[in-house]
C-alpha cells in the first residue's frame, strides 16, 4: 500500500511559487517526511526532509501540517530548470530503514 | 563535490550473459544502494550495504547479487541476463546512520537484454 498520495502532474508558471502537495495520513510518530526530485535522464536528487517543523533550505521550504498528515513542498520561484518528477517519502528515521519512492508528482514549470 | 559514478551509461546484453554494473563514490559513505528504475513502477530498491562485506536484500533482488569488497565501491550482477532486466540502474550512497534518507544519486545505467 503506498504511504504517500501526491496528484500526478502539476503545472508552475516560470517565477511563480510551486507548492507541491503530499498526503500521508498513515504516518507515525517516528517517521520523517522526505522529498526528492528527478529530472529527466538523471538521477533523483535530494532535496529537503523535516519531522513535524518546518524546513528550509537553499532549494525549498517544506511545510508540515500539525498533525502530521500532510505536507507541501514550496519551491519559492520556479524556474525552468525545476521541470522534474517529485517525490514524497515517508520513512523511519533509522540506519536500516530504506527510501521506496512512489510514482511522484510530474512538475512543468512554463514560461 | 559529491560524486557518484556508474561505470557505463548504456549497455546492451545478451541472454544469459553475465553483467556487471560498477558503481564507485568518492564521499567515503557507509551505505551504498542498488534500485532499478522502470516506467509505471517507479525506482524499486534491488540490494543494499551498511558496511564492507555486508548487504542486505532489497524489495527485488531475485535475479541480482552484489559485492561490495571495499568502502567506495558497489557491484551489482547480474549472473544470467534475462530480458526482464532490461531496465535504468541507479545506485546510490548515503552518509552513516544518522543519514540514511539522504540519498546521493549516479546518473543510472541503461541496460538493455536483447
Known amino acids: 500500500d503506498a504511504k504517500t498520495t501526491q496528484p500526478t502532474s502539476m503545472d508552475c508558471a516560470e517565477g511563480r511559487a510551486a507548492n507541491l502537495p503530499c498526503n500521508h495520513s498513515t504516518i507515525s510518530g517516528n517517521e520523517y517526511v522526505y522529498w526528492y526530485r528527478q529530472i529527466h535522464s538523471q538521477g533523483p536528487q535530494y532535496i529537503i526532509h523535516g519531522l513535524k517543523n518546518n524546513e528550509t533550505n537553499e532549494m525549498a521550504s517544506l511545510i508540515i501540517t500539525e498533525d502530521r498528515k500532510s505536507s507541501t513542498l514550496i519551491l519559492p520561484h520556479a524556474t525552468l530548470r525545476d521541470t522534474a518528477v517529485y517525490y514524497c517519502i515517508v520513512r523511519l528515521n533509522s540506519g536500516y530503514s530504506t527510501l521506496t519512492f512512489g510514482k511522484g508528482t510530474m512538475l512543468l514549470v512554463s514560461p | 563535490d559529491v560524486k557518484v559514478t556508474q561505470s557505463s551509461r548504456y549497455l546492451v546484453k545478451r541472454t544469459g550473459e553475465k553483467v556487471f554494473l560498477e558503481c564507485v563514490q568518492d564521499?567515503?559513505?557507509?551505505?551504498m544502494f542498488w534500485y532499478r528504475q522502470d516506467p509505471g513502477l517507479g525506482l524499486r530498491l534491488i540490494y543494499f550495504s551498511y558496511d564492507v562485506k555486508m548487504k542486505e536484500k532489497g524489495d527485488i533482488p531475485e535475479g541480482y547479487s552484489v559485492s561490495r569488497e571495499k568502502k567506495e565501491r558497489f557491484s551489482l550482477i547480474l549472473e544470467s541476463a534475462s530480458t526482464n532486466q532490461t531496465s535504468m540502474y541507479l545506485c546510490?550512497?548515503?552518509?552513516?546512520?544518522?543519514?540514511?534518507?539522504?540519498?546521493?544519486f549516479g546518473e543510472g545505467s541503461r541496460l538493455t537484454v536483447l
Open positions: 546510490a550512497s548515503s552518509p552513516g546512520l544518522a543519514r540514511t534518507g539522504e540519498l546521493f
Open positions: 564521499m567515503d559513505h557507509e551505505n
